[in-house]
């Protein structure tokens, strides 16, 4: 019987297709990685512009463990900013979203606007001389928008131009969200939390071959067939496949819940290290923030979008279609998070590792590209982890 190869210390790991166990289900290895890669060289997305459109607007997430706020301030200008206040660290907001001009911290009553400023600080006549006030301001990430998506980084020394970044895959994010030509609108969102390592969730939710579906086979969805590229030095990589327009079959009573409005006959995602996925399939547009709680557990926010020049109809059919095809209990999706707990329960407490196979033994030399239900992409991804993280 063929068995993985057994990895006997993680100083031998060399071979970027085959995961030691210990890297989803080792506390040592994720607090590591909470600095080297959650605080290191990434351009986390952080926000939509289509999800604080308007000056004043705020949400909060997290990213790795850090708590962030992202504002749209008056001058329109989208920030990001650590959510501690700079008295003693308190979190100034836990709202998942909203509109404010002034964010006021509810320990000690210091203020601050939306450009992270201090505008005041009772008592502060008592503060030390040296207290300076535009100088305890809210500590800022250095943010890029990108194709209207907001992205931060802990490490600007070391994180490259986010063209350079993301090279090609820049492409695919480009197409799905409105080829920088359509704004976004938002629809909703959608949070679940799989009982997983957050890579399990990015190994396996990214893409993977269709027979897992039952979904893909009743409906008569066309995979496999389009096209995976990996690029940049972070490991992320895109995909663009063209969409068979569902033939009815009379499996589903209401089949313009599957339909293509419209000419979207191409799709698109991008799969954005460490924790993010987008994927803009038949009408359905989303965005997969991913955070890591503990080394077996990843919540997921799904937020939905549509095209600000949608008609109403249309804005309706795709939140029909968004949740009810790829959202976390969508039945496309259904069976992925019953598999991410599997591959999570089935790696902790033995010893072996996890296999990247299908096609490596027919990818071109770097393995940035590949067919579509290939393994090939992925190993991009863990040889720039190796190094990052000192194996
Ligand atoms: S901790 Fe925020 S004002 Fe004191
Ligand atoms: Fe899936």
Same mark, same amino acid.
């Given at each position: 019987?063929?068995?993985?190869?057994?990895?006997?210390?993680?100083?031998?790991?060399?071979?970027?297709?085959?995961?030691?166990?210990?890297?989803?289900?080792?506390?040592?290895?994720? $607090?590591?990685?909470?600095?080297?890669?959650?605080?290191?060289?990434?351009?986390?997305?952080?926000?939509?512009?289509?999800?604080?459109?308007?000056?004043?607007?705020?949400?909060?997430?997290?990213?790795?463990?850090?708590?962030?706020? %992202?504002?749209?301030?008056?001058?329109?200008?989208?920030?990001?900013?650590?959510?501690?206040?700079?008295?003693?660290?308190?979190?100034?907001?836990?709202?998942?979203?909203?509109?404010?001009?002034?964010?006021?911290?509810?320990?000690?009553?210091?203020?601050?606007?939306?450009?992270?400023?201090?505008?005041?600080?009772?008592?502060?006549?008592?503060?030390?001389?040296?207290?300076?006030?535009?100088?305890?301001?809210?500590?800022?990430?250095?943010? %890029?928008?990108?194709?209207?998506?907001?992205?931060?980084?802990?490490?600007?020394?070391?994180?490259?131009?986010?063209?350079?970044?993301?090279?090609?895959?820049?492409?695919?994010?480009?197409?799905?969200?409105?080829?920088?030509?359509?704004?976004?609108?938002?629809?909703?969102?959608?949070?679940?939390?799989?009982?997983?390592?957050?890579?399990?969730?990015?190994?396996?939710?990214?893409?993977?071959?269709?027979?897992?579906?039952?979904?893909?086979?009743?409906?008569?969805? $066309?995979?496999?067939?389009?096209?995976?590229?990996?690029?940049?030095?972070?490991?992320?990589?895109?995909?663009?496949?063209?969409?068979?327009?569902?033939?009815?079959?009379?499996?589903?009573?209401?089949?313009?819940?599957?339909?293509?409005?419209?000419?979207?006959?191409?799709?698109?995602?991008?799969?954005?290290?460490?924790?993010?996925?987008?994927?803009?399939?038949?009408?359905?547009?989303?965005?997969?923030?991913?955070?890591?709680?503990?080394?077996?557990?990843?919540?997921?926010?799904?937020?939905?979008?549509?095209?600000?020049?949608?008609?109403?109809?249309?804005?309706?059919?795709?939140?029909?279609?968004?949740?009810?095809?790829?959202?976390?209990?969508?039945?496309?999706?259904?069976?992925?998070?019953?598999?991410?707990?599997?591959?999570?329960?089935?790696?902790?407490?033995?010893?072996?590792?996890?296999?990247?196979?299908?096609?490596?033994?027919?990818?071109?030399?770097?393995?940035?590209?590949?067919?579509?239900?290939?393994?090939?992409?992925?190993?991009?991804?863990?040889?720039?982890?190796? $190094?990052?993280?000192?194996?």
């Amino acid at each position: 019987m063929n068995q993985p190869t057994e990895v006997s210390s993680l100083a031998a790991w060399s071979d970027s297709t085959k995961i030691p166990y210990e890297f989803y289900t080792d506390p040592e290895i994720y $607090q590591l990685e909470m600095e080297r890669i959650f605080r290191g060289p990434f351009w986390h997305p952080v926000a939509l512009v289509a999800e604080i459109p308007t000056p004043n607007d705020f949400k909060t997430l997290t990213v790795g463990e850090t708590p962030v706020l %992202v504002t749209h301030s008056e001058d329109g200008q989208c920030r990001a900013f650590i959510n501690a206040c700079a008295h003693r660290g308190v979190q100034l907001t836990v709202a998942p979203r909203g509109s404010a001009k002034r964010f006021t911290c509810p320990y000690h009553r210091w203020v601050f606007a939306t450009d992270g400023s201090l505008l005041g600080a009772p008592g502060d006549e008592t503060f030390p001389a040296a207290f300076c006030k535009s100088e305890s301001g809210l500590k800022e990430l250095k943010t %890029v928008n990108f194709y209207g998506v907001i992205f931060a980084t802990f490490d600007p020394d070391n994180t490259p131009p986010i063209e350079v970044y993301f090279g090609r895959v820049g492409d695919a994010l480009k197409s799905c969200v409105g080829d920088g030509t359509r704004p976004l609108k938002l629809l909703g969102y959608q949070k679940v939390v799989f009982n997983c390592n957050w890579k399990v969730y990015m190994d396996n939710d990214g893409y993977h071959a269709g027979l897992l579906h039952t979904a893909f086979r009743l409906l008569n969805f $066309q995979g496999g067939k389009g096209e995976l590229f990996a690029d940049g030095p972070a490991g992320n990589w895109g995909m663009a496949y063209a969409v068979e327009r569902y033939k009815d079959n009379g499996f589903l009573s209401d089949p313009e819940l599957v339909e293509v409005k419209g000419d979207e006959t191409t799709a698109a995602g991008a799969l954005i290290r460490p924790v993010t996925q987008v994927v803009r399939h038949f009408n359905s547009i989303n965005f997969r923030f991913g955070r890591p709680l503990g080394v077996d557990k990843t919540e997921v926010h799904y937020g939905y979008y549509g095209y600000e020049d949608d008609s109403p109809e249309m804005l309706k059919h795709r939140v029909r279609q968004s949740s009810n095809l790829l959202g976390p209990s969508g039945f496309v999706s259904i069976e992925d998070g019953s598999v991410f707990d599997r591959c999570q329960k089935g790696v902790t407490g033995g010893v072996g590792t996890m296999n990247f196979v299908k096609g490596i033994g027919t990818a071109v030399p770097d393995r940035k590209t590949s067919a579509q239900n290939d393994e090939t992409v992925s190993t991009v991804w863990w040889s720039e982890y190796k $190094q990052l993280m000192g194996y």
